[in-house]
């Protein structure tokens, strides 16, 4: 039998308990400053509220009104026991699952400031932290090198053919050039090796080195053999954590045998008036209900979230994919219309919210996400288990940037079999990875993961030449129902190859997409891995780095896309790319009624992608008479869609209006003509 949840009478103004520093736990919390007598006032903790609530049940929804800065001992737990309430903040209130770190003192050595402290609890093997907060901003371990990456030398045993490589080479032992690895550094188990390739980050804890070879022995194994993905070359990787290497303002290294913490600060930093705080909870919250008795109605509004620490992935260097293993600041389960509103979530290690299993109706908006270690936000049910689905939630407004710093991998949206969820205009940007993933079943066969709306998002600036195989919008399996729209997606840059606005990988499926406006990518706007009946129409896809629109394989009995009404800008290169040798020739998709133009004056084309013995890539390429002998593009048009000094606006004697191309506004920026009318 179903619980009940707490009852209460929705009518009625809502009851207000006040949170402040300045509270006392035998207060009532009904007023927001003390009184004159020091009878009353404020509580002084949120969770005496919560308290409070359980003890003497209110009879209407609560706001809860927290003052000034909280650091958490435990995270606040909302349960279904608990009334409807809303957490709100006052102007700058903060909820910190950090400790500010005591009795730090000023040395000069050597000409540099160091800011030093003693942590009992740290030598005695109470605690260790991996994630600092310096004023507002996290800051980074000691690493070398200092900027870019060295490059590992060799990995014994393993091969180059193949694009993954045997399971067989999986294996934890690398050689790096004699010294850039030394025994003799101090505390080198709590060294980690970060290897970037493929779409990956590799953590890998260091177990031990050979001075003279250079051979590394790591803790845990990586996902990948150690491959640069298509390049015959090992992967690149970086040191974290080298206190023998602590050198630059801003680096910090905690010394975990003797309790000694050190920070180098930056100029301007001043010892009396900067925080140094040092993340201790593995989440600040989590709204937890059971099946069959979710939590309902509870919000969490205009507060600052931070301080979170982040651990390494359990035993092994990363996740396959998307950093999805690691957790949120804010954790949610089996909640109902919860959510948060107008909140500032980092610095933290991990993702900034997860809306989990049982969760139904919940929103995040107008939230800012910066300064994160993994992502944004997770969405994620279990299909498995009909009482453990995810669905219907509004993700809308929000800014999600300058995260992914720790988990490279991580996604700035990731959506894992759940459906129903209005993804709307929210700004995605520099990121390390993907802006928005949505789908977690790789091929053809049911999914959780349907019914999507994509629309409005401004993505862009993603990629810092790092990892490869990503997208501004990425998507994974059949997604019937799934709409992507009226996005701009543009300045995505991969490392080596797959550098897309929109990447619609395997068995990608049933979606549509149409009105975006996709530009200035290292790889094609467009690419379409494997898929059934795609339609992509009315979009502009423009100054891509390789082709504009690809297809990686198509099947022999159904049709992969249909791509008609587009206006597609190249600078030379093919305008549909096929990969794997001679795809276009099986005509797996269809395509018409684009508006094509070579901006550099070239001839326009198609190709099949190939590529040398460097992985550079080059094209066997088919002419436009050749294609239309084929099938394709029979009605398109070549010519100079004439888009308006450098913008996206068309005048009105535009060749694509011919097409049936039509205006739209794509996350603010107008596209074809300045009003909503048609051309004449």
Same mark, same amino acid.
Request: net charge negative.
């Given at each position: 039998?179903?619980?009940?949840?707490?009852?209460?009478?929705?009518?009625?103004?809502?009851?207000?308990?006040?949170?402040?520093?300045?509270?006392?736990?035998?207060?009532?919390?009904?007023?927001?400053?003390?009184?004159?007598?020091? +009878?009353?006032?404020?509580?002084?903790?949120?969770?005496?509220?919560?308290?409070?609530?359980?003890?003497?049940?209110?009879?209407?929804?609560?706001?809860?009104?927290?003052?000034?800065?909280?650091?958490?001992?435990?995270?606040?737990?909302?349960?279904?026991?608990?009334?409807?309430?809303?957490?709100?903040?006052?102007?700058?209130?903060?909820?910190?699952?950090?400790?500010?770190?005591?009795?730090?003192?000023?040395?000069?050595?050597?000409?540099?400031?160091?800011?030093?402290?003693?942590?009992?609890?740290?030598?005695?093997?109470?605690?260790?932290?991996?994630?600092?907060?310096?004023?507002?901003?996290?800051?980074?371990?000691?690493?070398?090198?200092?900027?870019?990456?060295?490059?590992?030398?060799?990995?014994?045993?393993?091969?180059?053919?193949?694009?993954?490589?045997?399971?067989?080479?999986?294996?934890?032992?690398?050689?790096?050039?004699?010294?850039?690895?030394?025994?003799?550094?101090?505390?080198?188990?709590?060294?980690?090796?970060?290897?970037?390739?493929?779409?990956?980050?590799?953590?890998?804890?260091?177990?031990?080195?050979?001075?003279?070879?250079?051979?590394?022995?790591?803790?845990?194994?990586?996902?990948?053999?150690?491959?640069?993905?298509?390049?015959?070359?090992?992967?690149?990787?970086?040191?974290?954590?080298?206190?023998?290497?602590?050198?630059?303002?801003?680096?910090?290294?905690?010394?975990?045998?003797?309790?000694?913490?050190?920070?180098?600060?930056?100029?301007?930093?001043?010892?009396?008036?900067?925080?140094?705080?040092?993340?201790?909870?593995?989440?600040?919250?989590?709204?937890?209900?059971?099946?069959?008795?979710?939590?309902?109605?509870?919000?969490?509004?205009?507060?600052?979230?931070?301080?979170?620490?982040?651990?390494?992935?359990?035993?092994?260097?990363?996740?396959?994919?998307?950093?999805?293993?690691?957790?949120?600041?804010?954790?949610?389960?089996?909640?109902?219309?919860?959510?948060?509103?107008?909140?500032?979530?980092?610095?933290?290690?991990?993702?900034?919210?997860?809306?989990?299993?049982?969760?139904?109706?919940?929103?995040?908006?107008?939230?800012?996400?910066?300064?994160?270690?993994?992502?944004?936000?997770?969405?994620?049910?279990?299909?498995?288990?009909?009482?453990?689905?995810?669905?219907?939630?509004?993700?809308?407004?929000?800014?999600?940037?300058?995260?992914?710093?720790?988990?490279?991998?991580?996604?700035?949206?990731?959506?894992?079999?759940?459906?129903?969820?209005?993804?709307?205009?929210?700004?995605?940007?520099?990121?390390?990875?993907?802006?928005?993933?949505?789908?977690?079943?790789?091929?053809?066969?049911? +999914?959780?993961?349907?019914?999507?709306?994509?629309?409005?998002?401004?993505?862009?600036?993603?990629?810092?030449?790092?990892?490869?195989?990503?997208?501004?919008?990425?998507?994974?399996?059949?997604?019937?129902?799934?709409?992507?729209?009226?996005?701009?997606?543009?300045?995505?840059?991969?490392?080596?190859?797959?550098?897309?606005?929109?990447?619609?990988?395997?068995?990608?499926?049933?979606?549509?997409?149409?009105?975006?406006?996709?530009?200035?990518?290292?790889?094609?706007?467009?690419?379409?891995?494997?898929?059934?009946?795609?339609?992509?129409?009315?979009?502009?896809?423009?100054?891509?780095?390789?082709?504009?629109? +690809?297809?990686?394989?198509?099947?022999?009995?159904?049709?992969?896309?249909?791509?008609?009404?587009?206006?597609?800008?190249?600078?030379?290169?093919?305008?549909?790319?096929?990969?794997?040798?001679?795809?276009?020739?099986?005509?797996?998709?269809?395509?018409?009624?684009?508006?094509?133009?070579?901006?550099?004056?070239?001839?326009?084309?198609?190709?099949?992608?190939?590529?040398?013995?460097?992985?550079?890539?080059?094209?066997?390429?088919?002419?436009?008479?050749?294609?239309?002998?084929?099938?394709?593009?029979?009605?398109?048009?070549?010519?100079?869609?004439?888009?308006?000094?450098?913008?996206?606006?068309?005048?009105?004697?535009?060749?694509?209006?011919?097409?049936?191309?039509? +205006?739209?506004?794509?996350?603010?920026?107008?596209?074809?003509?300045?009003?909503?009318?048609?051309?004449?």
């Amino acid at each position: 039998m179903a619980k009940s949840n707490h009852p209460y009478r929705p009518s009625g103004d809502a009851e207000v308990l006040y949170v402040s520093p300045r509270g006392n736990e035998k207060w009532t919390g009904r007023l927001a400053e003390p009184n004159p007598y020091d +009878s009353d006032g404020p509580l002084p903790t949120v969770s005496w509220a919560l308290q409070r609530l359980k003890e003497y049940p209110p009879s209407r929804p609560v706001v809860i009104l927290v003052e000034g800065t909280h650091f958490l001992d435990q995270p606040l737990v909302l349960t279904p026991d608990l009334p409807p309430l809303t957490l709100r903040g006052a102007p700058g209130a903060r909820l910190s699952g950090g400790r500010i770190i005591e009795g730090l003192v000023e040395i000069v050595v050597n000409g540099q400031r160091r800011w030093t402290a003693r942590l009992e609890d740290v030598s005695a093997g109470k605690r260790y932290f991996r994630e600092v907060r310096v004023g507002d901003s996290s800051r980074p371990r000691a690493r070398l090198p200092k900027r870019g990456a060295w490059r590992i030398k060799d990995v014994p045993g393993m091969r180059y053919d193949g694009f993954i490589g045997p399971a067989a080479s999986h294996h934890e032992r690398f050689l790096v050039e004699p010294g850039q690895v030394r025994s003799d550094w101090n505390n080198f188990a709590d060294i980690d090796a970060v290897a970037v390739h493929y779409w990956l980050e590799e953590r890998l804890p260091l177990v031990s080195v050979d001075d003279a070879t250079g051979l590394v022995t790591t803790a845990v194994k990586p996902w990948f053999p150690l491959k640069d993905d298509v390049v015959p070359a090992c992967a690149r990787f970086w040191l974290e954590n080298v206190g023998d290497a602590l050198s630059e303002p801003g680096e910090w290294y905690l010394d975990r045998r003797t309790g000694a913490f050190t920070y180098l600060p930056q100029e301007g930093e001043n010892l009396d008036t900067t925080e140094v705080v040092a993340a201790s909870l593995d989440h600040l919250i989590a709204i937890r209900g059971e099946a069959g008795w979710p939590v309902q109605g509870m919000h969490i509004e205009d507060l600052i979230l931070s301080d979170v620490d982040w651990a390494p992935i359990p035993g092994r260097g990363a996740d396959d994919q998307a950093a999805w293993s690691v957790s949120a600041m804010v954790r949610m389960e089996h909640a109902r219309q919860c959510g948060l509103a107008r909140c500032r979530i980092g610095p933290g290690g991990p993702y900034g919210v997860e809306i989990g299993p049982g969760c139904m109706g919940d929103r995040i908006e107008d939230c800012v996400f910066r300064d994160l270690g993994a992502g944004g936000i997770q969405v994620f049910g279990d299909p498995g288990e009909s009482g453990h689905r995810c669905s219907h939630h509004r993700i809308h407004g929000n800014e999600i940037t300058d995260c992914t710093r720790i988990f490279l991998s991580a996604v700035g949206i990731l959506v894992r079999h759940s459906s129903h969820n209005d993804i709307l205009a929210n700004h995605i940007h520099h990121l390390v990875y993907s802006g928005i993933s949505a789908g977690w079943v790789w091929g053809f066969g049911d +999914s959780a993961t349907h019914h999507n709306r994509l629309e409005d998002n401004h993505i862009h600036h993603l990629g810092t030449g790092l990892l490869n195989d990503m997208g501004g919008i990425y998507t994974l399996g059949e997604q019937p129902g799934t709409v992507i729209r009226h996005n701009h997606i543009h300045d995505i840059r991969a490392e080596g190859y797959g550098g897309w606005a929109i990447y619609s990988d395997e068995g990608s499926s049933y979606l549509v997409i149409e009105e975006n406006l996709c530009h200035d990518t290292t790889s094609e706007c467009f690419n379409l891995h494997y898929g059934r009946e795609n339609i992509l129409r009315n979009n502009v896809f423009a100054r891509a780095g390789l082709g504009v629109v +690809s297809v990686s394989a198509v099947g022999a009995d159904w049709n992969s896309l249909t791509l008609t009404g587009n206006i597609i800008v190249t600078r030379s290169t093919p305008v549909l790319v096929a990969r794997d040798h001679d795809r276009l020739t099986q005509c797996g998709f269809r395509s018409d009624l684009n508006c094509f133009w070579d901006a550099d004056g070239g001839a326009i084309s198609g190709g099949d992608e190939e590529r040398d013995a460097t992985g550079k890539v080059f094209w066997k390429r088919t002419s436009l008479p050749d294609l239309q002998k084929l099938g394709y593009d029979r009605h398109s048009l070549i010519a100079d869609p004439h888009f308006v000094d450098s913008r996206w606006l068309l005048p009105e004697n535009s060749p694509a209006w011919s097409l049936g191309f039509k +205006s739209f506004t794509a996350a603010g920026t107008r596209v074809g003509l300045p009003q909503a009318q048609p051309p004449g």
